[in-house]
C-alpha cells in the first residue's frame, strides 16, 4: 500500500509546515525541511511561523541553497503580537518580499487564547521566555470588521495571495473572507476548523460556498504527533461530508518531537484509502487542490 501511497504524493504540496527558526522548538529548519521534502518527490512547501515573517526566511536562504532545490518553498506572515498583530504594513512587506500566504491571527486570536488557558499542554511552549499574547481584534465594538483588517484583507486580494483564517472563530473567519469575496479574492484558507476554530461541518459547508478550501492537518490524526486527537476515520468523515474537492490536507508538522511531514502522509493516506476514500480523491487532497489554491501551474 505504501507504493500506492508514495506515488499519489508525487508533485504534493505541503500548505502549512512549521520548520524553524522559531521560539518553539521545531525538529527541522527551512533548508532541512525543503531537502526532505525534494526527496520524498514533493513540489513545494509553505513554511510558516507564529511569530516573525517567514518570507524574509525564504528570501535570505534562496541563494544560499534553498533556491536551488527541486522543491519550491514559499514563506508568509500570521497576524500576531510580534509583527504587530493586524497590521497592514507587515503584510504589505511580506508579500512584497514573496510571501503567498497570510495568516489571521493564530496564537494571539482570542480563540486560541481561550483555548491554550484551557488546555494549557495542547499547544507548543516556546523555549525561551516572550511577553504574552494579547488577544487581537478583528471585530470593533460596532460589530464590523475593523479597518486594519479590512486593509489587510485587500492587500492579500490585491497581490492574489492567500488568506487563512489562523486561530479566529467562526463568526469571525466568515467576516474575513466575505469580505474577501467582496473585494475579487479566490484564494480561501480555513485552518484546521476541528481545532481551537471549532468551526462544524454546516460553517466549513458555508466557507465553502465562499470559495474556501477546508485544511485538515497530518499532525491531529497521526498518533505519533504530540498535536494528536482524533483517529483518521474522523478525518474521513469530514473529507466525505465537505467533499474532497474542497479539502487540503497539510501537515502541520516540523516540531521536535513530532515525525517527519512526508513520513505522515504515507502514514494518514494511507488509512484514508483503509476508511475508503479513493486514490482520485488522496491525490486531491494532497496535491491538485493545494497547488491550485497557492497558484501554482498544474503538475
Not at 522543491?71 to 503584510?91: D, K, M, Q, T
Not at 487563512?164 to 469575496?181: D, Q, R, T, Y
Not at 478550501?213 to 469530514?238: K, P
Request: hydrophobic residues 45%; charged residues 20%; contains cysteine.
Amino acid at each position: 500500500m505504501s507504493d500506492v501511497v508514495r506515488r499519489l504524493l508525487q508533485g504534493g504540496v505541503d500548505l502549512h509546515c512549521h520548520s524553524g527558526p522559531s521560539p518553539f522548538p521545531r525538529r527541522v529548519d527551512h533548508v532541512q525541511i525543503a531537502r526532505h521534502y525534494a526527496a520524498s518527490g514533493f513540489r513545494a512547501v509553505v513554511v510558516k511561523s507564529h511569530h516573525h515573517v517567514t518570507a524574509f526566511d525564504v528570501a535570505a536562504l534562496g541563494p544560499h541553497g534553498l533556491a536551488g532545490l527541486p522543491v519550491e518553498v514559499c514563506g508568509g506572515v500570521a497576524l500576531n503580537g510580534p509583527v504587530g498583530g493586524v497590521n497592514p504594513r507587515a503584510v504589505d512587506l511580506a508579500l512584497k518580499m514573496g510571501g503567498r500566504v497570510v495568516w489571521l491571527p493564530t496564537i494571539g486570536a482570542a480563540r486560541h487564547i481561550a483555548f491554550h488557558e484551557a488546555h494549557p499542554d495542547a499547544f507548543p511552549h516556546p523555549a525561551m521566555q516572550l511577553l504574552s499574547e494579547e488577544a487581537i481584534d478583528v471585530v470593533g465594538i460596532d460589530g464590523e470588521l475593523t479597518a486594519g483588517t479590512r486593509e489587510v484583507v485587500e492587500l492579500v486580494v490585491e497581490a492574489d495571495a492567500v488568506l487563512a483564517s489562523g486561530h479566529l472563530s467562526p463568526a469571525e473567519i466568515e467576516m474575513a473572507f466575505e469580505a474577501a469575496v467582496a473585494a475579487g479574492g479566490r484564494r480561501l484558507l480555513l485552518n484546521h476548523p476541528n481545532f481551537i476554530v471549532e468551526a462544524s461541518p454546516d460553517v466549513a459547508a458555508r466557507l465553502v460556498g465562499l470559495g474556501a478550501y477546508v485544511e485538515h492537518n497530518l499532525s491531529l490524526y497521526d498518533e505519533d504527533s504530540t498535536f494528536h486527537r482524533w483517529s483518521v476515520e474522523v478525518l474521513a468523515d469530514w473529507i466525505k461530508e465537505i467533499g474532497a474537492e474542497h479539502t487540503i490536507l497539510a501537515s502541520d508538522l516540523g516540531q521536535k518531537g513530532n515525525p517527519l511531514p512526508f513520513d505522515s502522509y504515507v502514514k494518514v493516506c494511507e488509512r484514508l484509502l483503509d476508511c475508503g476514500v479513493r486514490e482520485r480523491e488522496v491525490r486531491r487532497i494532497t496535491v491538485d487542490n493545494s497547488a491550485r489554491l497557492l497558484g501554482l501551474e498544474p503538475w
